[in-house]
């Protein structure tokens, strides 16, 4: 019948029709992040037996898939992951990049070498007072070096932590917008079955989310029926289901003075799974990198602290002291080496003595030689150092509230200290010349401060409790720990050179490895994101040619539908 063909046209204009709209919603769409290509699939309505014969009924869209490679959007999610970890390292790595310096001649090796110069010069010279000036100005240039360098780095620590808790804000919003969109998603395919009548853009806008989400966290995505999402950490800790989402937040535990990562409500830190995303890399950044910075460089300054004091401590000048107060304090009735002792170098004293040298108005040694002090490691108290000292005649000792020890000549007397072998002047910082024990508190001992003539270049002859005027053998100690191997903190043993050699080539393999994973990362996001456009990408060209394809269908449906209005026409003329 004619009325059948008229049909026929109809369901074509109107198929034609929506997939011109789906053509049409692609193009809008070009340039919108995130977005799949879209496709109608026609298929024809079910055939109507007429006289024996299977006759068609006409065209109807049976679906509007979206155009999509799982394999790829998952590599992409793997991909954002390992950019955005590479990248923030990569860019932390680069914030302190001043701190190193030159590689070849960094400011801390270029110091370190002006400290030693000016010992050397020192000993050339040591009733010089000028030189003693200049050891002083470049031990205060070194102490300004290692003192910047810790501050920068640990203010990038405290600052990459600081990000952290943005980064995990921002995790959280994206978090809760994935699960709204799965209600969504779910609520506009009720009913449905399978890939037909998806809700394309919600699960468009969700995929972007979660790819979104992957380049703060590393996570892995498991997909149900019904439009249901789940995603997990790479540890399996759960993060959003359907319409649930569980935030991140900051625990109680952690690294150093860093709070570790969890997932609200719970204890168990996810920090181990944190391998991917701007967030791990800020924890590798923080907690590997700078951290292991900031531990060679107090290494470095533990180490030249402790071996100069050893010499210095058991140095003299002409100049002999009227009173020295000990920079570190004590706990005064425990062991001096005892564990619980916040003296930092107070696991370096051993069993030994050292020498106290008391000298009358006129200079003479009373007597000469000296007294021995004995100490006994896990034995001795500074309240026994103190007895022991009152004990010698023309000084006196005392153990202040703070537990440190004053030692104060006689009126008219002098003193000076030699010949220690249990460290415990280094320890304690007794006629130091350096002050703290890491990179970020070594100072120069007040003394020295106060006047460089307190510098200590020769020792005591400690048969004789005499000194001569140009004795630089303490000068030439200290001048021989430049290419000492020396280790007072546990670390490898190593010369103060190498161990600055070793920090700024470790700074150098850390910025180029980043750079080459950032490099390769970045290659490889170029590929996949090629590959997605070639999948999912919309092509102008293409839906222009599309386009013309429905409009021509269109128009032939129209002319259909005309030649049937002709045909009904001529019948009913006919008729009349």
Do not use: C
């Amino acid at each position: 019948m004619i009325s059948d063909s008229l049909n026929i046209a109809a369901s074509s204009l109107k198929t034609q029709q929506r997939a011109l709209d789906v053509v049409s919603h692609n193009i809008a769409n070009v340039n919108t992040p995130g977005y799949s290509r879209q496709s109608a699939d026609l298929a024809t309505l079910s055939s109507e037996k007429i006289a024996g014969l299977n006759l068609g009924r006409g065209v109807d869209i049976v679906n509007v898939r979206r155009l999509v490679d799982p394999i790829i959007n998952q590599a992409i999610l793997n991909n954002g992951s390992q950019l955005s970890y590479w990248d923030t390292t990569q860019k932390g790595l680069q914030a302190v990049e001043n701190v190193f310096g030159s590689l070849q001649s960094t400011g801390l090796a270029a110091a370190l070498d002006g400290f030693f110069t000016s010992w050397k010069q020192l000993a050339n010279n040591p009733q010089d007072n000028g030189q003693k000036v200049n050891v002083r100005a470049k031990s205060s240039a070194l102490i300004d070096n290692l003192n910047n360098m810790s501050q920068q780095i640990r203010s990038e620590q405290t600052n990459t932590d600081a990000n952290i808790n943005q980064s995990i804000t921002r995790a959280n919003q994206i978090l809760d917008n994935i699960a709204s969109l799965t209600t969504q998603i779910q609520r506009s395919e009720a009913g449905n079955k399978g890939i037909v009548g998806q809700a394309n853009d919600l699960r468009d806008q969700r995929d972007q989310a979660v790819r979104d989400l992957a380049k703060i966290i590393p996570v892995q995505e498991v997909q149900t029926s019904g439009g249901s999402l789940m995603l997990q950490t790479l540890n399996g800790d759960l993060l959003v289901q359907d319409n649930t989402a569980r935030h991140l937040a900051r625990g109680s535990g952690g690294t150093g003075n860093f709070a570790n990562i969890v997932i609200q409500g719970s204890n168990t830190t996810i920090d181990n799974a944190l391998q991917g995303g701007v967030i791990g890399g800020m924890i590798n950044l923080r907690d590997n990198k700078l951290s292991s910075y900031i531990q060679q460089m107090d290494s470095i300054a533990a180490n030249l602290v402790f071996s100069v004091n050893q010499v210095h401590a058991s140095g003299a000048s002409t100049k002999h002291a009227t009173a020295l107060t000990a920079g570190q304090s004590s706990n005064a009735a425990l062991a001096l080496n005892d564990a619980t002792q916040t003296a930092p170098f107070a696991a370096q004293i051993k069993s030994g003595s050292f020498k106290l040298h008391v000298y009358d108005n006129t200079g003479t040694p009373t007597p000469a030689g000296g007294a021995t002090i004995s100490v006994t490691a896990g034995v001795t108290t500074m309240n026994d150092i103190a007895t022991a000292i009152n004990a010698i005649t023309g000084v006196s000792a005392s153990v202040n509230a703070s537990g440190q020890l004053n030692i104060t000549a006689a009126t008219g007397n002098t003193f000076s200290l030699s010949s220690d072998s249990s460290n415990m002047l280094a320890a304690y910082e007794i006629n130091s010349f350096f002050q703290g024990n890491n990179a970020g508190s070594i100072a120069l001992a007040s003394a020295i401060q106060s006047d460089a003539g307190a510098i200590n270049t020769g020792q005591v002859d400690p048969a004789t409790s005499t000194i001569n005027l140009g004795d630089n053998s303490a000068a030439l100690a200290i001048l021989g720990l430049q290419n000492a191997a020396l280790s007072v903190d546990g670390t490898t043993t190593a010369s103060l050179h190498d161990r600055t050699t070793s920090i700024s080539t470790q700074y150098g393999t850390d910025t180029a490895a980043s750079v080459q994973q950032k490099d390769y990362r970045s290659v490889e996001s170029d590929s996949l994101k090629n590959q997605r456009q070639a999948v999912s990408g919309v092509n102008v060209d293409e839906e222009l040619v599309s386009m013309i394809k429905f409009q021509r269908a269109y128009e032939s449906s129209a002319k259909v539908i005309t030649t049937t209005n002709q045909m009904l026409d001529s019948l009913m003329g006919l008729i009349r």
